[in-house]
């Protein structure tokens, strides 16, 4: 009697069509998990911009900075998302952040009428 050694075609049919079950389920998980990333790397920019435009108000003579370069290197962007400036008053600022690889924004406002001072909103 010889033996024959190897897998079938039905074997190898089921273990494709398990791998195929598996990735259908964990690709949108994945793309989730992305654009997550890039809602904490916005929020985390705004957060920084916050400490930035701090010691700025404290350098000078309690006036916010007007743009994102007068503050100079204590404010970087993380790759790929671009900070804006919005209104800048003498009693607060306000601003937001958009990722290239996403459409949502988040936004932050500090002083003046903001209503969740300090805490970025994502939409």
């Given at each position: 009697?010889?033996?024959?050694?190897?897998?079938?075609?039905?074997?190898l049919?089921i273990?494709v069509?398990i791998?195929?079950?598996l990735a259908?389920?964990?690709?949108?998980?994945?793309?989730?998990?992305?654009?997550?990333?890039?809602?904490?790397?916005?929020?985390?920019?705004?957060r920084?911009?916050?400490?930035?435009?701090?010691?700025?108000f404290t350098?000078n003579?309690s006036?916010y900075?007007?743009?994102i370069?007068?503050?100079?290197?204590?404010?970087?962007?993380s790759?790929?998302?671009?900070v804006?400036?919005?209104?800048?008053t003498?009693?607060?600022?306000?601003?937001?952040?958009?990722?290239?690889?996403?459409t949502?924004?988040?936004?932050?406002?500090?002083?003046?009428?903001a209503t969740?001072?300090g805490?970025?909103?994502?939409?």
């Amino acid at each position: 009697m010889t033996r024959r050694r190897g897998f079938t075609l039905i074997e190898l049919l089921i273990v494709v069509v398990i791998i195929g079950i598996l990735a259908a389920i964990a690709i949108p998980k994945f793309g989730n998990s992305k654009e997550r990333a890039y809602l904490a790397s916005m929020k985390s920019d705004l957060r920084n911009l916050v400490t930035a435009q701090e010691s700025y108000f404290t350098d000078n003579n309690s006036q916010y900075s007007l743009t994102i370069g007068a503050l100079g290197s204590a404010f970087r962007t993380s790759t790929g998302v671009t900070v804006t400036m919005g209104a800048v008053t003498s009693t607060g600022w306000s601003a937001t952040a958009e990722h290239r690889a996403t459409t949502k924004t988040c936004a932050l406002s500090m002083g003046g009428t903001a209503t969740a001072d300090g805490a970025p909103v994502c939409n």
